[in-house]
């Protein structure tokens, strides 16, 4: 079995920061990619974020330049730093990651719990 368990989130003042946490465990034989998206209230689950492990990087255009996305491949562990945050970024950070099991060789794409970001004007 595999899971993402994030942290980190919470509630700041705008312009403040924040550092979102997902760390991947369980059967893991590669990890092709992980990434961060966000859902407002009443809206659809928006892509922020995504790095593949051959390190290419994908924002979406309202975060460039204020948030950046990282990993520790030794810990199978992605991070998402957000910087000068704005009211319009609050929402539920859900991480996701597209795997191979360790073990069976199937392909997985994985959610995780979402952890609620707050931002306040």
């Known amino acids: 079995q595999v899971q993402l368990v994030e942290s980190g989130g919470g509630l700041v003042q705008a312009g403040g920061s924040l550092r979102l946490s997902c760390a991947a465990s369980?059967?893991?034989?590669?990890?092709?990619?992980m990434g961060w998206y966000r859902q407002a209230p009443g809206k659809q689950r928006e892509l922020v974020a995504t790095?593949?492990?051959?390190?290419?990087?994908n924002y979406a255009d309202s975060v460039k330049g204020r948030f950046t996305i990282s990993r520790d491949n030794a810990k199978n562990t992605v991070y998402l730093q957000m910087d000068s945050l704005k009211p319009e970024d609050t929402g539920v950070y859900y991480c996701?990651?597209?795997?191979?099991?360790?073990?069976?060789?199937?392909?997985?794409?994985?959610w995780g719990q979402g952890t609620q970001v707050t931002v306040s004007s």
């Open positions: 996701h990651a597209v795997m191979v099991q360790g073990g069976t060789n199937r392909r997985l794409e994985v």
């Open positions: 790095l593949t492990f051959g390190r290419d990087t």
């Open positions: 369980g059967t893991i034989f590669s990890i092709n990619g």
